[in-house]
C-alpha cells in the first residue's frame, strides 16, 4: 500500500505543474490586466506613463517566462504574492476565507448523506412500488431545478416570509449555514440517491442475497453488513467528487447568500483581474482534487478486497 501510495504522488506532481502552467499562461493572456481594471473603476484618465509605471510595480512589464518563474519560485518557498486590489498577503486572505468553505462542506456532505443514502436504500427496497415512484419523482424535480433557483426559492420562503433564516449571512454560524447547506443537499441528494438506488438494486440481483436470504439470515442483516458494504465504493465515489466541488467553494451559493467563502472570493477575483488570487484559488483546487483522487483510489484498495489481492498489487 505504502510502495502504490508514494508512486501515486509521484506522478500526481508533474500534473500540478502542467496545471500551475497553463492557469498562469491564461491568465496572461487575457484581454485585460489588473491596471486597466483599476483605472476604468476609478473614472478618470490615466497617462500611459503612470499606467506603465504600475505595470513595472507589479511586475507585469516582464517576459511571461520571467513573470512565471518569479511566481513558482515565490510559491515553492510558502510566498503566494500579494492581492494586486487589497494589497494584502494572498496566503493570509485566502486563509481566512477556509472556515466558512470547510463548514458548508462539512454541514452540506452530512446533510446529503442522511437524505440520499436512506432514500436510495429505501427506493431500491420498494422497486417500482408507489414509495420507488414517488422518490424517483422528487428526484428528477431535483435534479432539474438549478442551484440558483432552488437558492431563491429557499430565500423567499425561510428567510423573506418565514423570516427564520437570515437573508444575507451573518458570519460563520449554523443559522446563516443552514439554507445554503439545504440548497447543495437538495442538488447532491437527487443526483446521488439514483445511482445509490442502482447499486443497491445491482447487489439484490447477486446470488450471495438470495442465497443469504434462503438460509433465513434477516434482510436488515444481510443489507447493512454485505449489500451496504458491497456498495461502498460507489457511494464513496460520489461523496468524494462532492467534497473536492465544495471545498473548491460553489459561487453562485455563495453569491447569493454572502456566504463569505473561497468561491466568493474567487469571483470578486476575477471580476478585478486579481492575477495572484485566481493563482491561489487555482493551484487550491488542484490540490484539493488532486488529494481526493489520492485517497479515493486508497479508499478502493482498503474496502474491496478484489482490488487489493488484483494486479495493482504488484506494481
Known sequence: MKKYALKRVLQLIPILFVITFLSFAMMRLAGSDVVEQKMLNTGSEVSEEVIEAARRELGLDQPFVKQYGIWLWKLLHGDMGTSYVSGLPVFDTFISKLPATILLTLTSIVLTILISIPLGILSAVKQNRFTDYLIRACSFLGNSMPNFFVALLLMYFFAIRLRIFPVISKGIELKSVFLPTLTLAIAMSAKYLRQV?????????KPYVIGARA??????VIMFRSILKASLVTIITLLTLSIGSLLGGTAIIES??????VGKLAVDAINMRDYPMIQ???MWMAIIYVVVNLLTDLSYRWLDPRIRLGGMENE
Do not use: K, T
Open 197 to 205: 438506488r442502482a447499486a443497491i438494486l445491482d447487489e439484490l440481483n
Open 215 to 220: 438460509r433465513g439470515i434477516p434482510f436488515h
Open 256 to 261: 447569493i447568500f454572502m456566504w463569505d467563502g
Open 280 to 282: 491561489a484559488y487555482v
